[in-house]
């Protein structure tokens, strides 16, 4: 911290200089972690009062990037100018006291403040907090009319709805007195609804002349809302666009290297008979909460049936009762003809004797032991099996011989054995727990998230693997917060909301408009 | 207790406890310094009387004996992330197990077999003393941390009450058992040398520490090679892995701490059977809890925990010649000492790590963090 410290960043309001100038402008950013060069000569330039977006794959720099840009990296080489003046961004709060704000993917909120005690939180405006929340209340009241920012003053961070969290993120930074907010994949907890309204926060902030960098995956979002876009691989920022000449096919081509197909050709099959019926079924959290009321749907082989919902909806919660993780409370599963009622034996153990293979929603919670060896990680849950064991011994022969073709079958890179599993990117840690799961030749497969935090062309393999066993007749039961994924992928889509299943369409007539509605519990059809 | 994912393992398992090591003995070196004697010529004495002078090494290797089974008893539950303190609790019931064989048994059966039974009576009794905890654990959710220390008081308090006043010798004060029959134990190595002619200095080394040996490979084998052991490594990093996997959380749990307690029980073997020839009050002497620095220092990998085991078996030993040596450098000093290297190789095991995997990303790097 050196002398220009100011909390208020009432300096770098001051200096606003006129909109054709630039208002962040980084020139020849070089950040080394070791051999690894995170950020390799990146230069970029984003106009005051315009909203930049930058796009790339995982491991592309992006947030080395911004974290550099926020004051948490020194870079090796390379100018920081903001507003024309180099400056030395050291530390956080240096770069708060110049006016940079940054809303992180996951939010930095005490769950149990206020959203006013939140949204102060940094800039107290007084030593004693009740005058000092009179200062900011007013403050902040101005913000909130200013730019659209409706948010509940008196209400517990924890009761509020996540679009109004963000919104509270939003109005934190722009009380420290951000003129340059940075969004870090803002949109991945919104329902469609909540993506538009902040949108439209985000272009009155631009109205009025806060430069916004948005760093998303989404390439519709790119195209909807941003001025600039700048594309980076490998470290480098490959490509700049105004968005209005490019196209999103373009933008993944340049994300990936090379073409990418970013529909998927959905193999048309019979499906056969139902495989997966679920009935009733009820479930009640160990807090008392009733996740899932009243849940039924069946699942025919060769089928994918799509799960939509905004995360929290209880589709996590079913999940694991069908992948045997929960016990079963009330209502009923029938497996395979298999039936299991309340409180029987049923675990991941049996489900998976059942027929029943299950990709997690988190695989690094769920999926994978990360500090195990690839080889390791290939049988978990599966190591009991005759082809990996003999009695109480492990067969590692036979497990490496087939971490090997799974690797291999798989494109799971590096193509390793022995490798730990948390070494790899998360394409690759999601590919090699798909594998696993695929080899287990199911005839129902669990599906959570599978592409969130994978990068485009692993998401390409991923839906192509999901594909092919579909056309082996699998039935696959997807969930996903992303719209899109369910759209293209599924044949049927169900919507949950509030721990029941609110609508359920084709999903060849379904629309991304009634789906949103479905999933904020407006509609139901 | 996770293993660096930055550094290769030669480094975390091989440089850093080294320089720990350095650490501590630079420390106890400049309290050496300060009492007023040469701290290389005490470490040289200490060096001497662990190895050096007949019989010293059969001394070091008789304690390195019991560190072995308390480290690797410590070792196994933490890779199952159960953090066992109760091992000096477990082997003084395992103690028990060998006496009430022994007692029950050494007038009626032939020494040799008493001797197997009291084997496992030590296994079977510290296993017990383990499964405790580790179902109050599992099911009932008390931390195994506060059990399994509370298990050590209850386990004190047993072998006074019983010690005392049901399997004393009649006839005397000390809170001892009548000598096992002649026959009953595990015989020491200098007499065995003697049988094949070779002249070896009277030590209390015995064949507990051969059994040593072999419940080390026997302990790389069940970790690293068996199904059960590919569970409780699961268990231990990730249970929410594990329970995705189907792993039985509760019966692992109880099944880790069984044989955990079996490891630190065999302590009565080397003590009871190897050496005194009787069940005697506070003959596990703090090697319970030496086990958790132990393991901690040898990464809860056999080679790492014989090594570690063999330090502070010199270390013992080679104490013992400093406190003969220097009227300065008393018993506690020697403890001390021994105090600062579990410091720096148990509490402050990581501490180092940081530093040298900056410095190793700074030479070496490949780390992934873009």
């Keep these: 911290m050196k002398n220009n410290e100011n909390k208020g960043g009432n300096e770098a309001i001051a200096s606003l200089p006129s909109s054709t100038e630039s208002a962040i402008e980084l020139k020849n950013i070089t950040k080394r972690f070791g051999h690894v060069v995170a950020n390799s000569d990146v230069n970029l330039k984003v106009r005051t009062g315009t909203i930049h977006g930058i796009v790339g794959e995982n491991g592309a720099g992006k947030s080395t990037l911004m974290n550099i840009l926020f004051g948490l990296y020194k870079p090796d080489s390379g100018m920081i100018f903001l507003n024309g003046q180099a400056v030395d961004v050291n530390s956080p709060e240096k770069s708060i006291a110049l006016g940079i704000g940054m809303v992180h993917q996951h939010f930095m909120l005490v769950p149990t403040f206020t959203v006013l005690e939140n949204a102060m939180l940094g800039n107290e405006g007084s030593m004693l907090l009740r005058s000092g929340e009179e200062v900011v209340l007013d403050r902040l009241k101005g913000l909130s009319n200013n730019y659209g920012l409706d948010v509940d003053f008196e209400a517990i961070i924890l009761d509020t709805p996540v679009g109004m969290q963000q919104r509270v993120e939003i109005l934190k930074a722009l009380n420290r007195g951000a003129k340059i907010l940075i969004l870090d994949e803002p949109t991945g907890v919104l329902t469609p609804q909540e993506t538009i309204g902040l949108f439209d926060i985000l272009r009155s902030l631009r109205e009025q002349g806060v430069t916004i960098i948005l760093i998303t995956h989404k390439l519709k979002e790119i195209m909807s809302i941003t001025d600039t876009v700048s594309v980076m691989r490998g470290g480098k920022v490959v490509a700049d666009f105004s968005t209005e000449k490019t196209s999103p096919e373009e933008l993944a081509e340049n994300m990936v290297g090379r073409k990418v197909l970013l529909s998927i050709k959905k193999p048309t099959l019979k499906v056969g008979k139902p495989v997966l019926e679920v009935k009733n079924v009820s479930h009640e959290s160990k807090d008392g909460v009733l996740v899932l009321k009243n849940i039924s749907f069946d699942l025919k082989e060769g089928e994918i049936l799509g799960i939509a919902g905004v995360a929290g909806n209880g589709q996590s919660e079913l999940l694991d009762i069908l992948s045997g993780i929960e016990t079963l409370q009330r209502g009923q599963i029938t497996v395979n003809d298999k039936t299991i009622l309340p409180f029987q034996d049923w675990n991941s153990k049996k489900a998976r004797e059942f027929g029943v293979a299950h990709v997690p929603e988190d695989r690094h919670k769920r999926g994978l032991v990360l500090p195990f060896h690839n080889y390791e990680n290939s049988i978990l849950g599966y190591h009991r099996n005759k082809n990996y064991s003999s009695g109480f011994l492990m067969d590692k022969r036979k497990i490496l011989n087939f971490v090997d073709d799974l690797v291999e079958n798989f494109d799971v890179r590096p193509r390793s054995s022995s490798i730990s599993s948390g070494k790899l990117s998360g394409g690759n840690q999601q590919k090699l727990v798909l594998a696993r799961e695929i080899e287990s030749n199911p005839n129902i497969l669990l599906v959570g998230q599978p592409t969130r935090g994978v990068d485009i062309g692993a998401i390409e393999r991923i839906y192509e693997d999901l594909m092919k066993l579909k056309s082996k007749g699998t039935a696959i039961l997807l969930v996903s917060v992303e719209l899109d994924e369910i759209m293209s992928l599924s044949d049927r889509i169900v919507v949950m909301n509030q721990g029941t299943i609110v609508g359920e369409t084709n999903s060849s007539n379904a629309t991304e408009l009634d789906l949103g509605k479905m999933m904020s519990g407006l509609e139901q059809v | ?370």
């Design chain 2, 1 to 370: 207790m996770s293993d660096s994912n930055i550094i290769p393992k030669w480094l975390s398992v091989g440089v850093i406890p080294l320089m720990n090591l350095f650490l501590a003995f630079c420390v106890s070196g400049l309290f050496i310094f300060f009492i007023g004697e040469n701290p290389f010529k005490a470490i040289f004495v200490m060096i001497k009387g662990a190895f050096y002078y007949p019989g010293a090494i059969g001394y070091t290797l008789y304690y390195t004996t019991n560190f072995i089974f308390t480290g690797l008893a410590v070792a196994l539950a933490f890779h199952a992330r159960l953090f066992n303190i109760g091992g000096e609790g477990q082997a003084y019931v395992g103690g028990l197990g060998v006496g009430l064989v022994c007692l029950i048994f050494d007038q009626h059966v032939v020494g040799f077999l008493v001797t197997i039974l009291a084997i496992l009576g030590s296994v079977i009794f510290g296993a017990i003393w383990g499964i405790i905890p580790g179902y109050l654990q599992a099911k009932r959710g008390s931390h195994i941390v506060i059990t399994t220390i509370m298990f050590n008081f209850i386990a004190a308090a047993l072998m006074v009450y019983l010690l005392v006043n049901v399997i004393i010798e009649p006839g005397q004060m000390s809170p001892e058992t009548r000598d096992f029959a002649s026959g009953v134990g595990l015989e020491q190595i200098h007499i065995l040398a003697k049988y094949l002619g070779l002249e070896m200095a009277m030590s209390p080394l015995n064949l507990s520490f051969i059994v040593a040996l072999f419940v080390s490979v026997g302990f790389w084998f069940l970790v690293w090679r068996t199904k059960f052991g590919y569970e409780v490594r699961s268990l231990g990093h990730s249970e929410t892995a594990a329970i995705y996997a189907g792993i039985k959380v509760s019966s692992t749990i109880i099944i880790v701490m069984a044989i955990s307690g079996g490891l630190a029980g065999l302590v009565a073997i080397n003590e009871l059977l190897g050496v005194h020839n009787k069940l005697l009050l506070g003959f596990t002497a703090g090697y319970g809890f030496t086990g958790i620095a132990v393991a901690l220092m040898g990464r809860n990998h056999p080679f790492g925990i014989f090594l570690a085991s063999l330090l502070f078996g010199a270390l013992y030993q080679g104490g013992t010649e400093l406190d003969f040596e220097f009227s300065s450098i008393t018993r506690e000093m020697v403890l001390l000492i021994q105090g600062l290297i579990i410091l720096f190789s148990g509490a402050l095991a990581y501490m180092l790590n940081p530093l040298v995997e900056r410095i190793y990303i700074k030479y070496y790097g490949n780390y992934n963090n873009a």
